[in-house]
């Protein structure tokens, strides 16, 4: 007999053996044998060779040759591949191959065929150890947040507490930089962002979700009831209940209604990691079942995408600047950083912590001046001083273009690059002049639009012109968030790359940053991001035919459905019946311009909506919309996939329970968002990767949402296509093998660990300026795989993804955009916002502009609410008469003539709506412009939902739907206008509040 054939026969006698013998030493591995009585059948396709497996309760008979009835079979195609796939350690490639060709089937009971699989799998896994016993009896477990690492402490299947990361002596040394005659090492700690020290209080919430609920008039097989989302009660169901509805729906509705029916929608962001986040498990889920995809906008970093990027390319980032080798370039180099729209000591980056403080205190030491310019006198502002010039909200371009005036009429540009590196210069030049229009954009025309005293916008323009200067645009300092977001935000952008251009972006000294990003990290060394889309096997709207999926082969995942809809016109689609939308697809600078509709042709309108993750009610424009739209007679079913009861989560039919990432296993890297945005470690001190642990079981009933995807799919058959028998500690091992981490830790070490600390860059092999190599005019010599090859007009590393391979002043790209788009034109001109102080009759019922920036306590809803340790902070919410109320901050002199005290209850309201707050009364704003963070969790509506007061601070019920330009998803939420009074309606809001 062959050898192989007598090898498997002696791999599948000694199976059972095997097993006996690992239950004898792991009571956990027994306890999962004894859940199960089954017969597997594990057989070659022409029966030669076949045993099955009698499993009662932990009993094991095994007997050579076919049985009559098996529960589960296992069949090979032939010996050579059973071999193969039964011989550890197991070649998933080589699973992957055998699975799409049909050499190996599971067939049987979904149930079973998953039992049996991680039954396998758990030979290996039981045995691994996971986190280190402390002194106190704990046990110190590791977790990666949005905002950072965590060591997370257990005692007693209890979290008593979480801290930051300490490196040790055993971690790798930091690196130190060198500027002016001194020498900065930073501090060896992980520093995170405030809301991941407030994760332990939300894991304990009393709105936690721990079982599955349905509405109590909601009948799956009669009345539904849509009218009362929102408003009727939930009772109590089994998971086997819950998950018969949903499955058996999802089937129904494309019975009934054809492709297109089931739309699934989420958050921008949920909890983090490689295995659970939305575009890993939930995308194959999606992909899985056949859905209308909801669509995301480019949200953050609309003024970017829409507008700036045109100018220059980089379109890989939205539009945004990379900021490779900034911070030591800024440390050197620059005179003076702007601040300009951006608050980097309220957000923290991009997924980041709060360790650029430290390195703004360094500017400060080596006496790099600041100015910001901001509608706010910012915590940023308040944190490194410098002047504060408070523009009127959404006339920054105004200020922009009287810079400009005066840079060309006193010759204060930088020559070089605008005459060798640019087109379009000249007619530029005459727009600002006043040549084009008759309007000279004189420092003195831009304080009638800006507030900004003409003397003050001259004095900046000279300083500015005569000194070396970091811009400071948003969130991390080269793009997203800030004005960008706001009625003006397209020209906005367009005009800050405007203003770097004229100054030689590039050169020494001159970039963008606001001291975030632009760390000596080691960029090279290779851990997928989340944007690679982790387990999803979706190639299409990740990142992950890049890296991930050749460096970890899994089963291809394909959505049948070519139907979408874009985030921000879901109601539309659902109340109207149509909507039009516009490609976010960061391969070209022109796909934008690519109208897509609802519906799509040969599909069905949206009948069911599959919800997941948190609350994002607070985070859209005009929010109340979705409110009406989920009582609508056209959603036949809303579920519910959550971790809290927030948000829309009280709009749902049926609601699972998830469980926090604290209940789970997981693997991520901080800030590494590869396959969506590149790099974002460089604004890290250290990069740092780390194990999820599970550090205590899932809370009541609730299921992680990987574990729920895995049981609906079991329902329609699609159970091992979705899981490939994996666990998602299977799934976190195959993420650890597929990275560099196994060149430099065990996979155990780093079980028992937690974590793995990339060591730095060395000084010699230090990553590029970026912008450098363009100032200098040489190849590109930053490590970013974009432009594509073919985007290059000029040959391959020169020039920027334009058509002229120049930076363009008047974009070539937006000159084919026909007809020419008089809110986008090419030659950008300047125009009022349409939420601004000069709105007619609008401005006089509504006369306060209320800014709405990013969250600075909370990851957008993450951390609200919910019982948050966040809502003890007195510049988060504010505790009146015994509820949390969100704070909005109004000028003195706007309080004092409304009759408003500090901390006084208000109604801030426009005519979409109406929200009551806490005002804060604060001379850190100008007259007539009032602030309130957005991404308020909660959404409590006193009367009837979408139409009567809020309570929870969702603030985005008072912002304009309008995009900011036609033929754009750019929306224009972070600026409206609102009128504030008080509030005197004390009763109805004390019993609200009981």
């Known amino acids: ?45 022409d029966g030669s060779i076949a045993r099955h497996y009698a499993f009662d309760r932990g009993r094991i008979v095994s007997r050579k040759g076919l049985h009559p009835s098996p529960d589960v079979v296992m069949q090979f195609k032939d010996v050579d591949t059973a071999v193969a796939l039964t011989t550890p350690p197991i070649n998933y490639a080589e699973v992957i191959h055998a699975g799409k060709n049909f050499r190996v089937a599971l067939m049987g009971d979904e149930d079973l065929i998953a039992w049996f699989t991680q039954l396998a799998s758990r030979l290996d896994s039981d045995g691994w150890k996971m986190g280190e016993p402390m002194p106190d009896g704990s046990t110190r477990y590791t977790q990666m947040t949005n905002g950072g690492p965590l060591h997370v402490y257990v005692k007693d299947g209890r979290i008593v507490r979480t801290a930051i990361i300490e490196f040790t002596k055993d971690d790798p040394e930091t690196w130190t930089m060198e500027a002016r005659g001194k020498r900065f090492t930073p501090r060896r700690k992980a520093y ?77 962001h949920h909890q983090w990691g490689n295995v659970g986040y939305y575009l890993s498990a939930m995308m194959r889920f999606g992909n899985t079942v056949g859905v209308t995809r909801v669509m995301l906008n480019p949200d953050s970093w609309e003024g970017w995408y829409w507008g700036a990027m045109h100018h220059y390319g980089n379109s890989m980032r939205l539009g945004a600047a990379a900021g490779y080798g900034g911070l030591e370039d800024a440390l050197k180099e620059a005179e003076l950083i702007v601040y300009w729209s951006s608050d980097p000591e309220s957000q923290f980056g991009a997924y980041g912590g709060t360790e650029a403080s430290e390195r703004r205190l360094w ?42 005036y005066v840079w060309i009429q006193e010759d204060l540009y930088d020559r070089h690059f605008v005459e ?53 645009c948003g969130v991390n300092g080269g793009g997203f968030g800030g004005a960008c977001r706001n009625a003006s935000g397209i020209q906005w952008a367009r005009a800050m790359v405007m203003l770097m251009a004229m100054q030689g972006w590039g050169r020494p000294g001159v970039n963008f940053g606001n001291l975030t990003n632009g760390t000596p990290v080691n960029l090279e060394f290779y851990f ?29 995942s394909m959505n049948p459905v070519p139907q979408i809809v874009p985030r921000q016109k879901l109601p539309e ?18 796909i934008q311009f690519r109208p897509y509709f609802y519906p799509a042709p040969g599909c069905s309108k949206i009948h069911m909506l599959y919800r997941y993750g948190g609350s994002s009610m607070g985070t859209i424009a005009s929010s109340a919309r979705f409110a009406e739209m989920y009582r609508s007679p056209e959603l036949e079913c809303v579920v519910a996939q959550g971790i809290w009861n927030e948000g829309e989560t009280r709009f749902a039919d049926i609601i699972l329970p998830a469980c926090t990432q604290f209940e789970r296993h997981d693997i991520g890297e901080w800030s590494n968002s590869s396959g969506f945005g590149y790099h974002w470690q460089a604004q890290l001190n250290h990069r740092v990767i780390a194990m999820q642990h599970k550090c205590i079981e899932p809370l009541g009933e609730s299921k992680s949402d990987y574990q729920i995807f895995w049981d609906i799919c079991k329902r329609l058959g699609l159970g091992n296509y979705y899981s490939e028998g994996c666990s998602e500690l299977d799934w976190a091992k195959r993420v650890f093998d597929s990275s560099d ?34 100032y200098e005019g040489r190849p590109k010599d930053v490590p970013e795989p974009f432009p594509l090859p073919a985007g290059y007009s000029h040959k391959w590393l020169h020039g920027l993804q334009t058509q002229s391979g120049k930076f363009e002043f008047v974009p070539n790209s937006l000159k084919r955009l026909q007809p020419e788009r008089p809110d986008r034109p090419a030659l950008m001109r300047y125009t009022r916002p349409f939420e601004g102080a000069r709105e007619g009759e609008r401005y006089r019922r509504y006369p306060i502009q209320l800014l709405t920036p990013h969250q600075r306590f909370s990851f957008h809803t993450a951390q609200d609410g919910k019982g948050s340790a966040i809502s003890d902070l007195a510049d988060h919410r504010v505790c009146v008469d015994g509820h949390y109320y969100w704070i909005v901050r109004i000028a003195e002199d706007d309080a004092r003539r409304r009759g408003i005290a500090h901390h006084q209850l208000v109604r801030v309201f426009n005519d979409l709506g109406s929200v009551i707050c806490a005002a804060e009364v604060t001379n850190r704003l100008a007259a007539g412009v009032a602030h309130s963070y957005e991404s308020s969790a909660s959404y409590q509506p006193l009367g009837e939902p979408g139409a009567s007061p809020d309570i929870g601070g969702c603030m985005n019920i008072l912002t304009p739907n309008r995009m900011q330009a036609d033929g754009t998803v750019a929306s224009a939420g972070s600026l409206c206008l609102v009128e504030i009074e008080a509030w005197l309606g004390t009763s109805t809001l004390q019993e609200a509040a009981e």
Request: hydrophobic residues 40%; positive net charge.
């Open 1 to 45: 007999m062959d050898i192989k054939a007598l090898r498997l026969k002696a791999t599948l006698f000694a199976l059972p053996k095997v097993f006996a013998l690992k239950a004898k030493g792991s009571p956990q591995f027994r306890a999962f044998l004894e859940q199960k009585t089954c017969v597997v059948q594990i057989r070659l396709a």
């Open 192 to 268: 995170v962002a405030p809301h991941s020290l407030a994760m332990k209080s939300i894991v304990y919430s009393e709105d936690r979700l721990l079982y599955p609920m349905k509405r109590v008039d909601f009948d799956p097989d009669g009345e539904r009831n849509p009218q009362n989302r929102g408003t009727s009660g939930y009772e109590r169901i089994s998971w086997d209940e819950a998950l018969d509805i949903v499955s058996k729906e999802i089937l129904r509705q494309k019975q009934v209604h054809g492709p297109g029916a089931i739309a699934l929608a989420h958050p921008s």
């Open 363 to 404: 500017a400060k030491e080596l006496g790099i001046e600041a100015i910001h310019i901001n509608p706010h006198y910012s915590p940023t502002a308040a944190f490194t001083g410098g002047k504060w010039l408070p523009i009127r909200p959404g006339t920054d371009t105004a200020l922009a273009l009287s810079l400009m």
């Open 420 to 472: 060798n590196r640019s087109t379009g210069f000249d007619e530029w030049k005459a727009y600002v002049m006043g040549e084009t229009d008759g309007v000279p954009k004189t420092p003195e025309w831009q304080e009638e639009e800006t507030g900004i005293p003409a003397r003050e916008a001259r004095a900046l323009a000279r300083l500015w012109g005569r000194k070396k200067v970091y811009l400071g």
């Open 528 to 556: 997928p991001g989340y944007g690679e889309g982790g387990i999803s096997g979706e190639l299409m709207a990740t990142g992950s035919a890049t890296n991930n999926y050749v460096r970890m082969p899994h089963l291809l």
């Open 573 to 590: 689609a659902i109340l109207e019946g149509f909507a039009e939308g516009y490609l976010l697809e960061p391969t070209s600078m022109e």
């Open 741 to 774: 981490l196994p060149k430099h830790i065990s996979w155990k070490k780093f079980l028992r660990k937690g974590y793995y600390v990339v060591p730095p860059e060395k000084p010699e092999t230090r990553v590029a300026v970026d912008m450098r190599w363009f």
